[in-house]
């Protein structure tokens, strides 16, 4: 059960996060951006797959828990501070 709510709550992280560049910038850039946050994801992620063996074996778990209970903390986060504020729209 908890496997599955965890899962729920990425997707719908990820569904936020796509959406997000849409509502951040010009239509005509949306594809360089969504291109380039992907490569840094797949960067981030190769890093994190060759150091977890090294973390794992000279730490163990608890830094790679604690890194994994922060990181959508800390992008929602960085969104709110780098995103700025939005005016209401008038209907």
């Known amino acids: 059960g908890l496997i599955s709510l965890a899962a729920a709550a990425h997707q719908g992280w990820s569904a936020n996060a796509y959406t997000l560049a849409s509502d951040l910038f010009p239509q005509k850039a949306i594809g360089s951006v969504?291109?380039?946050?992907?490569?840094?994801?797949?960067?981030?992620?190769?890093?994190?797959?060759?150091?977890?063996?090294?973390?794992?074996?000279?730490?163990?778990?608890?830094?790679?828990?604690?890194?994994?209970?922060?990181?959508?903390?800390t992008g929602l986060l960085a969104v709110h501070l780098l995103a700025g504020r939005y005016k209401q729209a008038v209907v």
């Open 34 to 73: 969504v291109g380039i946050a992907g490569m840094f994801g797949s960067l981030g992620g190769l890093i994190l797959a060759a150091l977890s063996g090294l973390i794992i074996s000279r730490v163990g778990y608890e830094p790679l828990f604690a890194w994994a209970s922060l990181a959508y903390l």
